[in-house]
């Protein structure tokens, strides 16, 4: 029978499994800030310098004043927002986007969980 789980090929994936789940602990322990921007942030925004996708470049964003990605088409309310970008207007915007910057483009309902916010931001402010 193909595919069948011989005994030795059970335990190799209960082992396998086993060393997921402690890794993953691990990682939410720390609320991870990698984790956090692949799952909520990264299907629209690279990290790279200059490289803007659904949304503008995240690259160096923390000290940055917004709507600065040379070449991104902003919301005129993020254009107008004259925000300075650091860890508390990022906490704020993170938070509830629709409020912090009414009119402004980005298709996120928010990040709820103020750990998780930090972790994300402390990530970012290491991306310059
Ligand atoms: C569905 C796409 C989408 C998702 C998901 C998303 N964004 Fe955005 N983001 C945008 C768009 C579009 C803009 C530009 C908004 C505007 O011009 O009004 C933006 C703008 C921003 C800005 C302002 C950038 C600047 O140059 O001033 C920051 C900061 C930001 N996003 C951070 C994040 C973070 C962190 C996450 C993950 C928690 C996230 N975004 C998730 C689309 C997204």
Redesign the pocket.
């Known amino acids: 029978m193909a595919g069948a789980l011989t005994p030795r090929r059970r335990a190799l994936l209960a082992a396998g499994a086993a060393l997921l789940l402690a890794g993953h602990a691990g990682l939410a322990a720390a609320a991870d800030g990698a984790d956090?921007?692949a799952t909520?942030?990264a299907?629209?925004?690279s990290l790279r310098e200059g490289r803007d996708k659904?949304?503008?470049s995240?690259f160096g964003?923390n000290g940055?004043t917004?709507?600065?990605?040379a070449g991104?088409a902003?919301?005129e309310?993020?254009r107008r927002s004259a925000?300075q970008?650091n860890g508390l207007t990022?906490d704020a915007?993170?938070e509830a986007?629709a409020a912090r910057?009414p009119g402004?483009?980005?298709?996120?309902g928010g990040?709820p969980d103020a750990a998780e916010r930090k972790a994300?931001i402390a990530y970012?402010a290491g991306i310059k």
């Not at 917004?66 to 990605?69: C, G, L, N, P, T």
């Not at 402004?104 to 996120?108: A, D, S, T």
């Open positions: 956090l921007f909520h942030c299907e629209c925004h659904v949304g503008p995240l964003i940055r917004a709507a600065a990605s991104f902003y919301s309310a993020m925000i970008w990022l915007y993170l986007p910057v402004n483009r980005m298709g996120f990040l994300l970012l």
